[in-house]
């Protein structure tokens, strides 16, 4: 991955905080450049199936980037390629698996939805809405039965906490004080449906209380209040604590699968989320705090140069053979 150091002469004179913007800028960078990538090796047939992207909800992978310990687990969604690459995983061989190569991730079989990589502590995305939540519930109690400190995080949407795996997933943890963490993603949306319009209270993280446990909302588009947020959760929870519910209120600015054509948006709706997406977020601090034009849009550059290399490679790779379709099929 495409260190700040390599893409901007960060020099001796930032502060800490400047320095980790600077650093989150270039992930969520590399993140939005892959997707845009994406759905340009989608749209011309090389990638094919349904494919979800995250472009506008990278700042929660960015800001789990490091929070996951040796032996953590985390569990998200289909819309996850940003958490494999800020697990660890190249980007080559994330388009490898994108384009069903037999370099890609997972050897080409799982594609976009199915991303794993167990030696980055990442388990992977999962297409069933919702099921994330209950595995992670198993990974966290497998931890205790083993005598390790272990937390597992799950991700998903705000349509997914009407999914009943995600209800019994938390009654179970909060009954079982499990050191889960359930961060909900919410972008307003499940598919085309407004979740305002699918439930009777909008505050989704008020559930938690139900439950017996610690939840909150908090802004999903900045990866500062995220990364202190979210690492007090994985703390508590390894203390003891048990879960927390944090509701990370982002915005999806493309379509919820490539081909979507947003019918349901709200007038004037896109214009008013570039004003708070993390790009802007990142950039307007950053500039603020004496970083120039130059310096943000090397960032971009070096980002953008990383993915079209990577995307190149993993084109130039074989297809994986039909003949090998069978393997690991039965252990
Ligand atoms: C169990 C199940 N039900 C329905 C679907 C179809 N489906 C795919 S994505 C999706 C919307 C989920 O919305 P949300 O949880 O808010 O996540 P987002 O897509 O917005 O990230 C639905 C209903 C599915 N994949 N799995």
């Known amino acids: 991955m495409t260190s700040v150091e390599n893409s901007v002469d960060v020099g001796a004179t930032l502060d800490a905080d400047t320095t980790q913007d600077l650093e989150d800028l270039n992930d969520v960078w590399l993140i939005r ?26 700042a929660t992978p960015v ?6 310990g040796p032996d953590d687990a985390l569990f998200v969604t289909y819309r996850g390629h940003g958490y494999g690459l800020m697990r660890g995983i190249s980007p080559t061989s994330m388009f490898a698996e994108l384009l069903g190569r037999a370099t890609g991730i997972n050897s080409g079989r799982g594609g976009s939805a199915y991303f794993i990589a167990p030696e980055h502590r990442f388990f992977g995305e999962n297409s069933i809405v919702g099921a994330g939540a209950p595995i992670a ?44 963490v359930f961060l909900c993603e919410n972008n307003s949306y499940s598919e085309m449906t407004p979740i305002a319009d699918m439930v009777g209270d909008p505050n989704l993280f008020r559930r938690a209380a ?57 007038p004037g709706e896109l214009d008013r989320a570039q004003e708070t997406e993390p790009v802007a977020v990142l950039s307007r601090r950053l500039i603020a705090a004496g970083c120039s034009r130059e310096t943000l849009d090397d960032v971009e550059t070096g980002a953008r140069e990383e993915v079209e290399s990577a995307a190149a490679t993993a084109l130039g790779a074989p297809l994986a053979d039909p003949a090998t379709a069978k393997d690991h099929v039965y252990a």
């Open 210 to 266: 139900s439950y017996g446990m610690v939840g909150e909302r908090i802004d999903g588009n900045d990866p500062t209040t995220l990364r202190e947020r979210i690492s007090q959760a994985i703390a508590a929870a390894r203390e003891g604590g048990g879960p927390t519910l944090l509701e990370l209120m982002t915005a999806r600015l493309v379509g919820h699968y490539i081909g979507d054509a947003e019918q349901y948006r709200i």
């Open 137 to 180: 519930c198993g990974a966290a109690l497998a931890g205790r039965f083993d005598g390790t400190d272990r937390v597992a995080i799950t991700v998903f949407g705000d349509g997914a906490m009407n999914q009943g795996s995600v209800h019994e997933a938390m009654n179970f943890a909060a009954a079982m004080k499990l050191p889960v």
């Open 33 to 58: 450049a892959f997707e845009e990538k994406v759905r340009e090796l989608r749209v011309a047939g090389d990638v094919v199936g349904s494919v979800h992207l995250c472009i506008g909800q990278e």
């Open 63 to 68: 800001a789990i980037k490091r929070l996951v």
